[in-house]
């Protein structure tokens, strides 16, 4: 199977900084792309942004560009989302999710989730 597991979430104040790491892990063969959604207390879950693999070329929401910015390291099948500048807006918890290849999968791959970690902005 493959698992992502998230960290890095927690408390910060307005206009602090926080960066966010999901590992993936399991029988992988490819990664396809990765990329980290939000979902704030009784609202949907929302995009955030993907970076596509082996180019590394990411994608933003309009609400987070300039401000956060996706990263990977392709050696440890990580993916890496740095927020600067927080506001109370982005208080949410955080998921990881990648579309992913396992050994023996579909080329196409499947989408994983992570647990989700929480960010909270508040003075």
């Known amino acids: 199977q493959v698992q992502l597991i998230e960290s890095g979430g927690g408390p910060v104040q307005p206009g602090g900084s926080l960066r966010l790491s999901c590992a993936a892990s399991g029988r992988i063969a490819s990664i396809n792309r990765m990329g980290w959604y939000r979902q704030a207390p009784g609202k949907e879950r929302e995009f955030v942004g993907i970076?596509?693999?082996?180019?590394?070329?990411?994608y933003y929401a309009d609400s987070v560009k300039g401000r956060f910015n996706i990263s990977r390291d392709t050696a440890k099948n990580t993916v890496y989302l740095q927020m600067n500048s927080l506001q109370p807006e982005d208080t949410a918890v955080y998921y990881c999710?990648?579309?992913?290849?396992?050994?023996?999968?579909?080329?196409?791959?499947?989408?994983?989730w992570g647990q989700g970690t929480q960010v909270t902005v508040s003075s």
């Open positions: 999710k990648g579309t992913i290849r396992r050994m023996g999968g579909a080329l196409e791959g499947s989408d994983y």
């Open positions: 970076i596509g693999w082996s180019a590394g070329i990411a």
